[in-house]
């Protein structure tokens, strides 16, 4: 039997799902259980929505040693997931997509799971327009940005003054113009940071979503309050 390797891959980059070590600043206003419960939603919902028959899903984790037969269900039992190692932001991306091309992937795209407007067509869209462009790169409302598309390691773009900035998403591109890399760019989303963000998301967009898992949870809490 000959197996054929996709060429696609989705990196999911996210933490392991620890009470008070994931989205700290939605716990200054929330209790930090159901923040953890809102996390572990997400990433579940993150990989649903990535999940398609056309590329690979593999997850990198902080926390990688407490991955066992256990807490492989908070991951969906998916079974490519590496750590992402004790390294600044910018280095820990950078190795994800490098270990990722290593493994003989040609194009590839990182997110993360705070994006719950996130479709299944940003996904397609974005690995299909690497047919055609060098990069891709999808903005989010605060300046940053959700997506990120590579055929090849861009070394500057993971350089940790970058994330440092207010303007990643427009620092990130004036690197692609340097370079001469044609890029892409898709939809304009929100990411849930805030108490605040989590409050617009349920009340404006939760509708149109499909995290099912977080929408569930979110209704349980906004109907009770």
Not at 146 to 161: A, P, Q, R, S, W
Request: aromatic letters at 14%; charged letters at 30%; glycine letters at 4%.
């Amino acid at each position: 039997m000959v197996i054929y390797m996709r060429d696609n891959a989705i990196i999911i980059f996210t933490r392991f799902p620890s009470i008070n070590k994931v989205k700290t600043r939605l716990s200054k206003n929330l209790n930090s259980n159901l923040v953890l419960e809102i996390h572990k939603a997400m990433i579940k919902d993150t990989i649903n929505v990535c999940k398609n028959d056309f590329a690979d899903v593999i997850l990198f984790i902080t926390e990688y040693e407490k991955l066992n037969d256990n807490t492989r269900e908070f991951f969906n039992f998916e079974n490519k997931i590496y750590p992402q190692g004790d390294f600044s932001f910018g280095e820990k991306m950078k190795n994800a997509f490098k270990k990722t091309f290593e493994m003989g992937y040609k194009k590839v795209i990182l997110i993360g799971t705070d994006i719950p407007t996130l479709r299944k067509e940003d996904i397609s869209f974005a690995l299909k327009s690497l047919d055609n462009f060098d990069v891709c790169i999808h903005k989010t409302f605060d300046k940053g940005y959700y997506l990120i598309g590579l055929k090849n390691i861009v070394d500057e773009v993971f350089d940790e003054n970058i994330f440092k900035s207010e303007k990643v998403f427009e620092n990130t591109v004036e690197i692609f113009k340097n370079e001469n890399l044609k890029y892409s760019t898709g939809r304009t989303l929100m990411d849930i940071d805030e108490k605040s963000d989590l409050d617009f998301y349920a009340k404006n967009e939760m509708q149109y979503s499909e995290y099912s898992n977080l929408n569930k949870l979110l209704m349980e809490f906004y109907n009770e309050k």
